[in-house]
């Protein structure tokens, strides 16, 4: 399913009975940090495999059942692959990409809002990727698409790394109108996989009705 009214032209917003279900969890503020955890991570699970699906290098597949043929697809070698996580709870999803694409190159980028600032502007202080980042597919991992300020730092970082914008996919838990916004302003050209686009951004840039804090709920921190 595409992002609605238009928001951005080249976002899937992914659609399930099972993630209404995992989502009712975790978005209940009364949650358990140990259910919080496990649903989030069965989520998590379920973004990656759908991120990973929509990388523009899988290819056709055909195999031989033990009743027929089956014309299928084939997910692109590890080792042509970069999973780039927003520090803190990107970690989250990068290791559920892991699981999945097991070798799989992973770079860091710790960018965080400057919570003093009334626009909630990004500060940037840390990046390390992979030397031939340029060569790769990447998948850039956040759960919480907000303002959009801290995904677009990171993706300025990746193109100045030589990383066409064609061949990175923003995958992350919740968006809102404003982020997709931002990024179709910005990234057109990103393609942003995520599970919901929610209302709103609220006074102090949180998404309404979101899920709080995401890092902070997963770590009890």
């Known amino acids: 399913m595409s992002a609605p009214n238009g928001l951005h032209p080249n ?30 991570d069965r989520l998590m699970r379920i973004l990656a495999e759908e991120g990973l699906a929509q990388l523009a290098t899988v290819v056709p597949r055909t195999v031989e059942t033990p009743c027929g043929v089956y014309h299928g697809l084939a997910l692109p070698p ?91 996919i923003f995958l992350n838990v919740v968006s809102c109108p404003e982020g997709l916004t931002a990024m179709a302003e910005s990234y057109p050209e990103v393609k942003i996989v995520t599970c919901a686009v929610d209302e709103r951004l609220n006074d102090q840039k949180f998404i309404v009705p979101g899920l709080g804090d995401y890092g902070d709920r997963y770590y009890s921190t």
């Open 78 to 168: 590890p080792e042509t692959l970069c999973c780039v996580s927003v520090v803190r709870s990107g970690d989250i999803l990068l290791e559920a990409v892991r699981q999945l694409s097991v070798g799989i190159a992973v770079g860091k980028i710790l960018v965080q809002r400057d919570e003093t600032d009334k626009e909630k502007r990004p500060v940037l202080f840390y990046n390390k990727l992979p030397p031939d980042v340029a060569q790769r597919q990447v998948l850039l991992v956040d759960p919480m698409l907000a303002t959009g300020g801290s995904a677009k730092v990171a993706i300025k970082l990746l193109l100045e790394a030589g990383v066409p914008a064609k061949n990175i």
């Open 11 to 40: 976002c899937v917003v992914l659609n399930s009975r099972a993630i209404t279900i995992l989502f009712t969890v975790i978005r209940d503020k009364n949650t358990s940090v140990r259910d919080y955890v496990f649903y989030s």
